[in-house]
């Protein structure tokens, strides 16, 4: 009986070790990928024959958790151009709840060159992470043979740079001359100079000649200024007669009576 038992537990070990493989081989797996990733250009490093492969400055790192144990990690580098496939992300095609962690890389990851044969996985192996900070938390749902279900939706980090052209500044164009305005003011101040000296040589040249025309002993009084006049009072004009009213004529004396006859002798 005992070395029945014993047969039968290697029996059961073996069928066990070799249905293993064919249960890891049923269990499908359906591969989705990252929708949203940012896009980050090719740029030039220091001249326009120095092409550099575009990228995020801060990496972003996803996980894909399954009740804490880590199931898928990818790292995003943003695309080149936005018909480049996005990251691939292979979860198992079934029924499941995750949970999607989105950290920031707190290296940045430096620029690469654009050489012949140089793929972006070779540049990855030099690359490290550092801290990866979690920005983000999400669920994800997944459903048996349903691609969309499987794919990751790109969340923003709190950097979202990409490197850019870092050619040397170029000075800038020189201003055009402009005229000093002091110089310019000096020389007004030197023409009024010359005009006032000029105007006072010929204003004491007339001094001169006018008092030489002077008799002796006269002395010049400034000249005043005219006063101004004030208004003369217009005189009244006469009225117009007025017609007088026609006087009462006196009554004529009555003529005196004749004389007598005067008596004789009396002439």
């Known amino acids: 009986m005992i070395r029945h038992n014993l047969r039968s537990r290697t029996a059961f070990a073996l069928a066990a070790l070799l249905a293993a493989p064919l249960v890891a081989c049923s269990n499908d797996q359906l591969r989705s990928g990252v929708t949203g990733e940012p896009v980050c250009p090719d740029f030039t490093l220091g001249g326009a024959d120095n092409k550099m492969r575009g990228g995020l400055r801060q990496p ?21 151009v936005e018909a480049d496939p996005s990251v691939r992300v292979i979860l198992p095609d079934a029924d499941a709840e ?12 430096a620029s690469v ?37 499987h794919e990751l939706t790109f969340q923003p980090p709190p950097n979202p740079a990409c490197w850019t052209d870092e050619r040397p500044a170029e000075p800038p164009p020189a201003p055009a001359a402009v005229p000093d305005a002091g110089a310019e003011d000096a020389g007004a101040e030197d023409a009024g100079a010359d005009a006032a000296s000029s105007d006072a040589g010929d204003a004491g040249d007339a ?37 007088e009213a026609p006087k009462p004529e006196a009554p004529k004396a009555a003529p005196a009576p004749p004389e007598g006859p005067k008596p004789a002798g009396t002439q």
């Open 60 to 80: 972003v790192q996803v996980r894909v958790l399954d009740d804490g144990d880590p199931v898928v990690r990818v790292l995003l580098l943003g695309k080149r």
């Open 113 to 149: 060159p654009l050489r012949a044969g140089k793929t972006q996985e070779r540049d990855l192996t030099a690359y490290e992470c550092g801290e990866a900070k979690v920005y983000k938390t999400d669920p994800l749902v997944t459903k048996k043979g349903d691609r969309a279900s």
């Open 98 to 109: 995750y949970t999607v962690e989105w950290a920031q890389c707190s290296n940045e990851r």
């Open 207 to 243: 001094a001169a000649d006018a008092g030489a025309a002077k008799p002796t002993g006269t002395t010049d009084k400034p000249a005043e200024a005219p006063k101004p006049e004030a208004p003369k009072p217009e005189a009244p004009k006469p009225e117009a007669p007025k017609p």
